[in-house]
């Protein structure tokens, strides 16, 4: 304990260099934590959107690309798939539930999504947790819209508020659907997914809106049906009665003759998505522990200059009765405060930016970064760093652990 007392009171009387010095070890231990918190994030937050789904059906591309725009609302598809297709699909007798979708236009960069009842029945995210309406209900009425928590949030969306759709999925627009307004009659609580960006309507209004034979609403969906069904939709999911079909069905589907489609199943997709990342993620932690090295070497350095400068203090903990081994220790202790304070510094500063850049990494990327302890992992790798503080201090200690009493005291001109 006399021995870190020392220490500290050491580093204190140089404090400048050792803050300088345990700023450089706190940039760089925020910027591997940060790393490997986006990493884990975006894996969890990937693998809760989707949750129950036995397969993910969409026109012939590859499966990573199906995933990413029927289930993450990223990209677009290559085509689309009929609507008798479709059905012919949907009733096969392995078949529990489909949810059909359809793409291709935004509300003020938000994406908007036709769908049926189905989508909120059969729906499951994270661990097969159904959607809930925060406000309102699902929609019933042609013109109805039911809203993620996000669009509803940012946008300061209210129940019974009159939105227009524009045509296509950028941020601007210039041709929108002013003629056939819909009406905000719902909006679910948050989920953490995709389905929070995402404005919800019929596919029949998805037909309407892109007819120029409808000019106005209708009293309901059932009496729209018959002159509004879709010709064409974007993907669909399907639910199967048992898990041991499932690979029947997706033979079935991606040997289809009469138009080129392909089924997924989502865990596999997602898996192949990792494995495409894989190499960017192990570059990304690559670099950063390269920045940890390299914020402990400048720790090294200036360890190794102030050696010079403090033979004289050394030579007289020597005269005062301090052992080489104390001497040695004394020099690890402040390599090891210094460690061990840079990583402190380090996380406290990984969640100011996490709270500061946040919500803008929500709204950019739908990647929720979560304010949370840090996990098992992380705290192993800020152990790591700061066993690696002792092991790195270890090279000036043993430089000053050999000056002899004689040379710390001779002076040199």
Known sequence: MAILTLALKSLWNRRYTALLTLLAIALSVALLLGVERVRTEARQSFANTISGT????????????????SVFRIGNATNNISWQSYREIAQRPEVAWTIPISLGDSHRGYRVMGTTIDYFEHYRYGRKQPLVMAEGRRFAELYDAVLGAEV?????YRLGQTIVLAHGAGDVS???HADKPFRVVGILKPTGTP??????VSLEAIEAIHSDGWMGGVPSLAAAAPDLTPRAITAFLVGLKSKTAVFRVQRFVNDYREEPLLAVLPGVALQELWDAMGVAEQVLLAISGFVVLVGLTGMITVLLAG???RRREMAILRALGARPGQVFLLLVCEAGSLALAGVMAGMALLYLLLFAIRPVIEAQFGLHLG????SAHELTIAGLVVACGFVVGALPAWRAYRYALADGMTIRL
Do not use: M, W
């Not at 036995?54 to 590859?62: E, F, I, P, T």
């Not at 389905?195 to 919800?200: G, K, N, P």
């Open 152 to 156: 509803a949030k940012e946008l300061n």
């Open 195 to 200: 389905v929070d960006r995402t404005v919800h």
């Open 174 to 176: 210039f041709v929108e």
């Open 54 to 69: 036995d397969l993910v059906v969409g026109a012939r591309s590859g499966s990573i690309q199906l995933l990413l725009y």
């Open 371 to 374: 304010l949370d302890a840090p």
């Open 307 to 309: 050696l010079r400068e």
